[in-house]
């Protein structure tokens, strides 16, 4: 393994691995000062946000880290296209849901939490974790993603204290975005134009962002449809049952997240690898994704067993006796964990070759047979239920991009 490899492992391990940490020991905190409805009423505000940010998505992210991997005289689409197009995607995002949230959520404080959650959803997008991570400049994502979990742990920690604070969780995760954003503009310091090249009102621009969401398209469709995975679960809770319930599948469900880090670290260094090497070394590429799948499997299986006998003491350790029902959701969404990290291998490598309608084409598919378990699991065993679909939607989903795979790419794994 490179030296350069190395240390931009270690640096995205600390990167996202810390910033985890951090968020994960706020979100512990919360659980210990609110009561679990409370705990879910935030929980459901957070999952709406993530549910306005899907259309500034569309691929945008991908497509931007793959561009940014290049050399700016071989991109085929400028970092200003990419961020304006991404913030005006945004703006919609963000008016479509407010108005959802007015019309759907009628219970007060719900809902006066999931708005306040919105304005954190300009500040995300301004965050440019794509452009960092495409031009491999690791320190700086580490340093913006730290004072965005370190400010909004101090927040949590200074600002709130029981239930009757709920309201102020929301201003602070916005006002802990908003500082991350602030440094992501100033750490750039290069000679990217940050202005869009054209007027807004300039037919050009539009026409050059209607051929960036052409390319990304495929891919954000297929993103978007597979994150329905995570996201509609709280919703669905939240319609059968009650935000108490909400608030324990919230419990397992930050635990999981935690796991995910092995996930989010191994995608920050292999689509800009795979890119660069399918670019200028395209006879090293099956090498590199054979080497790189045999290690994903073992991680894989060390994960959806090694959380079995910690479970639950995790749970009630890190929470309270109260959330000791989240003990069982967690080991069996361990399992949704081992299989993302092989969905997001094959689809990845397959963006990198260039085969961006494939992820689209299997999220199709397994989509409403993901929608369908969650329904109908969710009814019949409650949060545990919700655990069995997740886990078994994205084993789903890995199977399906694994045909993707051998279908597009002449690689043997094995």
Same mark, same amino acid.
């Given at each position: 393994?490179?030296?350069?490899?190395?240390?931009?492992?270690?640096?995205?391990?600390?990167?996202?691995?810390? +910033?985890?940490?951090?968020?994960?020991?706020?979100?512990?905190?919360?659980?210990?000062?609110?009561?679990?409805?409370?705990?879910?009423?935030?929980?459901?505000?957070?999952?709406? /946000?993530?549910?306005?940010?899907?259309?500034?998505?569309?691929?945008?992210?991908?497509?931007?880290?793959?561009?940014?991997? #290049?050399? !700016?005289?071989?991109?085929?689409?400028?970092?200003?296209?990419?961020?304006?197009?991404? +913030?005006?995607?945004?703006?919609?995002?963000?008016?479509?849901?407010?108005?959802?949230?007015?019309?759907?959520?009628?219970?007060?404080?719900?809902?006066?939490?999931?708005?306040?959650?919105?304005?954190?959803?300009?500040?995300?997008? %301004?965050q440019m974790d794509w452009?960092?991570?495409?031009?491999?400049?690791? *320190?700086?994502?580490?340093?913006?993603?730290?004072?965005?979990?370190?400010?909004?742990?101090?927040?949590?920690?200074?600002?709130?204290?029981?239930?009757?604070?709920?309201?102020? &969780?929301?201003?602070?995760?916005?006002?802990?975005?908003?500082?991350?954003?602030?440094?992501?503009?100033?750490? #750039?310091?290069?000679?990217?134009?940050?202005?869009?090249?054209?007027?807004?009102?300039?037919?050009? /621009? %539009?026409?050059?962002? !209607?051929?960036?969401?052409?390319?990304? $398209?495929?891919?954000?469709?297929?993103?978007?449809?597979?994150?329905?995975?995570?996201? $509609?679960?709280?919703?669905?809770?939240?319609?059968?049952?009650?935000?108490?319930?909400?608030?324990?599948?919230?419990?397992?469900?930050?635990?999981?997240?935690?796991?995910?880090v092995v996930d989010r670290?191994?995608?920050?260094?292999?689509?800009? !690898?795979?890119?660069?090497?399918?670019? *200028?070394?395209?006879? !090293?590429?099956?090498?590199?994704?054979?080497?790189?799948?045999?290690?994903?499997?073992?991680?894989?299986?060390?994960?959806?067993?090694?959380?079995? =006998?910690?479970?639950? =003491?995790?749970? &009630?350790?890190?929470?309270?006796?109260?959330?000791?029902?989240?003990?069982?959701?967690?080991?069996?969404?361990?399992?949704?964990?081992?299989?993302?990290?092989?969905?997001?291998?094959?689809?990845?490598?397959?963006?990198?070759?260039?085969?961006?309608?494939?992820?689209?084409?299997?999220?199709?598919? *397994? +989509?409403?047979?993901?929608?369908?378990?969650?329904?109908?699991?969710?009814?019949?065993?409650?949060?545990?239920? +919700?655990?069995?679909?997740?886990?078994?939607?994205?084993?789903?989903?890995?199977?399906?991009?694994?045909? #993707?795979? @051998? @279908?597009?790419?002449?690689?043997?794994?094995?």
């Amino acid at each position: 393994m490179s030296r350069s490899l190395t240390r931009d492992g270690l640096l995205v391990v600390l990167s996202d691995g810390g +910033t985890r940490l951090l968020t994960f020991i706020a979100n512990a905190y919360l659980a210990k000062v609110l009561a679990p409805t409370s705990y879910g009423i935030a929980f459901l505000g957070l999952t709406i /946000l993530s549910y306005g940010m899907l259309p500034a998505d569309l691929g945008l992210y991908a497509l931007g880290v793959r561009e940014m991997a #290049k050399e !700016r005289s071989q991109r085929e689409f400028q970092f200003s296209d990419l961020l304006w197009l991404r +913030t005006m995607l945004g703006l919609a995002g963000m008016l479509l849901t407010g108005i959802g949230i007015l019309l759907f959520v009628h219970e007060g404080q719900s809902r006066s939490v999931a708005l306040l959650f919105l304005l954190a959803l300009i500040p995300s997008l %301004w965050q440019m974790d794509w452009y960092y991570q495409g031009g491999r400049r690791y *320190s700086e994502l580490t340093l913006i993603r730290y004072l965005f979990s370190g400010s909004y742990l101090a927040g949590i920690w200074f600002f709130v204290s029981g239930d009757n604070n709920l309201e102020r &969780i929301p201003l602070i995760y916005s006002a802990s975005i908003v500082l991350a954003a602030v440094a992501a503009f100033v750490l #750039k310091r290069d000679s990217e134009p940050i202005l869009p090249r054209e007027s807004f009102f300039n037919p050009k /621009l %539009w026409r050059e962002w !209607r051929e960036i969401l052409r390319r990304s $398209i495929p891919i954000g469709l297929g993103s978007i449809l597979a994150q329905s995975v995570p996201l $509609i679960p709280p919703i669905v809770i939240a319609a059968m049952y009650d935000e108490e319930q909400v608030g324990l599948f919230g419990a397992a469900f930050r635990l999981t997240m935690i796991l995910l880090v092995v996930d989010r670290t191994f995608f920050t260094l292999f689509l800009p !690898r795979i890119a660069r090497v399918n670019t *200028s070394s395209p006879e !090293r590429a099956p090498e590199v994704l054979r080497r790189t799948f045999r290690w994903l499997i073992l991680i894989g299986l060390c994960l959806g067993v090694g959380i079995i =006998p910690i479970a639950e =003491p995790i749970v &009630i350790v890190v929470n309270r006796s109260e959330y000791a029902g989240a003990a069982l959701p967690l080991i069996l969404m361990s399992w949704f964990v081992s299989a993302t990290i092989l969905t997001t291998f094959f689809s990845y490598a397959l963006v990198a070759a260039g085969y961006e309608r494939a992820y689209f084409q299997a999220a199709l598919v *397994s +989509t409403p047979i993901t929608l369908l378990l969650i329904f109908l699991l969710t009814w019949q065993f409650g949060i545990v239920g +919700t655990a069995v679909s997740i886990s078994l939607a994205e084993i789903i989903m890995a199977t399906l991009m694994y045909g #993707k795979f @051998r @279908r597009h790419l002449d690689v043997r794994l094995w």
